[in-house]
């Protein structure tokens, strides 16, 4: 085992009562690098060797004390990632070297303002669909021609950065001026790049498909009536799905500079279904009940429908959080799940009458999917959801779901053990679907230590295989991904190693 100190980032954020910087969700500035094997004294369990790829989390981690309030979804991206190879793992994590992590570090303090201030608080324009924030590419990761690509929810530029080595390389260079949305999509079995952005003028959102080179081969207008807030998207094989839901800034206010969310309940939520290399005039425009949808999970083609999954929000626009600490109630309420009830629901759009049906596959409050990515944009079975701890954006469980049979299966992680979004990992030459293990990195804030884990995905209710304890408790975080070494060049074991 070795444990590396790299560097320690420079911060200014002071201690305080808000609730998300503290607990879980206390920001942490070290930099390691970490080599663990069977036998370790921070191994628990075994390392399985029939496991090869990489787990990468990001997630909002401050560094410099807010200008105003302090929104999580503002902090500074900050990755981690661990390697699995012959049996050992490798554990890096860094700061994203964006261009606002580099003008604050040189400034010594926030430059910009957050989501819950009116941006002429931050000193200089920013990035993304509000112009005045800073793009903290903090949100999503997805890895792609090789690299991690890390991306913002309110659109930002793109970062990459080596998945083993987490070493950097600045801002994507096909990157459109309206930026990325978080959320690309990567499909396996094509080594094409989906992804999507947003803004305040027309046409107000655009698709396009990036290939396995790394070029930009697609970027089309997907016309809407007006600013919409979609945060993510789905593909099946030959369809790209974008949504325009009745949740979005208040066009009134707007007009004055306020961007204050509103969900409409009388109008539908409306779905864009466009070939993968489909024009504006192809896209196919279907309505559902109103709702807002924060992430979907897999669609597919199944006769003349194609089927979309993904978590309904029954309540999009809680009022407030009661059990928050003062100040607190209405942020805490649009970042607890148990009041946005998000429940797993399906969509069937039929290509040929124009219809949608929908049906709800699940009543409890769950988000956060997961599945084989070997099944991205086909039919599946086996889907993986993050159970939300009341009241905090923190995810207490998971729950594996056989959506043919309707049964499920759950673990749970105990008080004061929240995992991290919790992606599939195939196992080498897997012999079906779910034959792999569930990667997720644990923050257990009785002991103040995370810790990576690894859980049969065939059996998840009987609980870790492997932990192996990282060098430092780290913040919680959002997004995640897992990439299989044989479809990235995975260093060989010497490297990772070394
Ligand atoms: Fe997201």
């Known amino acids: 085992m070795t444990v590396e100190l790299v560097g320690t980032v420079r911060s200014t954020l002071k201690q305080s009562d808000h609730p998300y910087i503290g607990?879980?969700?206390?920001?942490?500035?070290?930099?390691?690098?970490?080599?663990?094997?069977?036998?370790?004294?921070?191994?628990?369990?075994?390392?399985?060797?029939?496991?090869?790829?990489?787990?990468?989390?990001?997630?909002?981690?401050?560094?410099?004390?807010?200008?105003?309030?302090?929104?999580?979804?503002?902090?500074?991206?900050?990755?981690?990632?661990?390697?699995?190879?012959?049996?050992?793992?490798?554990y890096r994590s860094r700061f994203v070297r964006t261009k606002g992590f580099q003008a604050e570090q040189e400034a010594g303090r926030s430059l910009w303002a957050g989501l819950m201030e009116p941006p002429h608080k931050s000193t200089r324009p920013g990035w993304g669909a509000q112009e005045w924030l800073k793009d903290s590419s903090s949100t999503d990761v997805c890895i792609h021609a090789?690299?991690?690509?890390?991306?913002?929810?309110?659109?930002?530029?793109?970062?990459?950065?080596?998945?083993?080595?987490?070493?950097?390389?600045?801002?994507?260079?096909?990157?459109?001026?309206?930026?990325?949305?978080?959320?690309?999509?990567?499909?396996?079995?094509?080594?094409?790049?989906?992804?999507?952005?947003?803004?305040?003028?027309?046409?107000?959102?655009?698709?396009?498909?990036?290939?396995?080179?790394?070029?930009?081969?697609?970027?089309?207008?997907?016309?809407?009536?007006?600013?919409?807030?979609?945060?993510?998207?789905?593909?099946?094989?030959?369809?790209?799905?974008?949504?325009?839901l009745p949740l979005y800034w208040d066009p009134g206010l707007l007009e004055n500079g306020l961007h204050a969310v509103q969900f409409y309940p009388d109008q539908?939520?409306?779905?864009?279904?466009?070939?993968?290399?489909?024009?504006?005039?192809?896209?196919?425009?279907?309505?559902?009940?109103?709702?807002?949808?924060?992430?979907?999970?897999?669609?597919w083609e199944e006769g003349d429908e194609i089927i979309l999954d993904g978590y309904f929000q029954e309540e999009p626009m809680p009022k407030s959080y009661e059990g928050a600490p003062k100040g607190f109630e209405r942020m805490m309420a649009y970042l607890d799940q148990q009041l946005l009830k998000p429940k797993l629901h399906r969509w069937r759009f039929n290509l040929k009458t124009g219809e949608t049906t929908e049906e709800r596959l699940r009543d409890e409050i769950i988000e956060f999917g997961m599945f084989n990515q070997k099944y991205a944009g086909r039919k599946y079975r086996y889907a993986y959801s993050a159970i939300p701890e009341p009241g905090w954006f923190l995810f207490r469980g998971l729950v594996k779901h056989d959506l043919d049979t309707g049964i499920d299966e759950r673990i749970e992680f105990g008080p004061g053990r929240y995992a991290s979004e919790s992606p599939f990992a195939p196992r080498i030459n897997?012999?079906?679907?779910?034959?792999?293990?569930?990667?997720?990195?644990?923050?257990?804030?009785?002991?103040?230590?995370?810790?990576?884990?690894?859980?049969?995905?065939?059996?998840?209710?009987?609980?870790?295989?492997?932990?192996?304890?990282?060098?430092?408790?780290?913040?919680?975080?959002?997004?995640?991904?897992?990439?299989?070494?044989?479809?990235?060049?995975?260093?060989?074991?010497?490297?990772?190693?070394?």
């Open 23 to 90: 607990g879980a969700w206390q920001p942490t500035y070290n930099e390691w690098n970490a080599i663990f094997a069977n036998g370790d004294e921070r191994v628990i369990g075994t390392i399985p060797d029939d496991i090869d790829g990489v787990y990468v989390r990001t997630g909002e981690n401050q560094i410099h004390e807010p200008i105003g309030r302090y929104h999580p979804f503002d902090g500074d991206g900050f990755i981690h990632a661990m390697s699995f190879k012959d049996g050992r793992a490798s």
């Open 146 to 244: 090789g690299q991690i690509l890390s991306s913002f929810y309110q659109c930002g530029e793109g970062y990459r950065l080596d998945p083993f080595t987490l070493e950097q390389d600045g801002t994507e260079g096909w990157v459109p001026l309206d930026g990325i949305s978080a959320h690309c999509k990567v499909d396996e079995s094509t080594g094409e790049l989906l992804f999507f952005n947003y803004s305040k003028h027309a046409p107000y959102m655009h698709y396009g498909v990036v290939g396995p080179d790394n070029k930009l081969k697609h970027y089309v207008p997907i016309p809407l009536k007006g600013p919409r807030l979609p945060h993510d998207m789905a593909f099946t094989k030959n369809y790209t799905i974008l949504n325009d």
């Open 430 to 498: 897997a012999k079906d679907e779910d034959d792999g293990y569930l990667v997720s990195f644990v923050a257990d804030v009785n002991t103040d230590q995370s810790e990576c884990v690894l859980i049969d995905a065939k059996n998840i209710a009987a609980g870790p295989v492997c932990r192996i304890i990282l060098p430092e408790r780290i913040c919680s975080g959002t997004h995640s991904t897992w990439a299989n070494g044989d479809d990235i060049g995975m260093p060989s074991n010497n490297i990772l190693a070394g």
């Open 268 to 299: 539908k939520s409306r779905f864009a279904i466009i070939p993968r290399y489909g024009q504006p005039e192809d896209i196919l425009w279907f309505e559902a009940e109103p709702c807002y949808v924060l992430h979907w999970l897999n669609a």
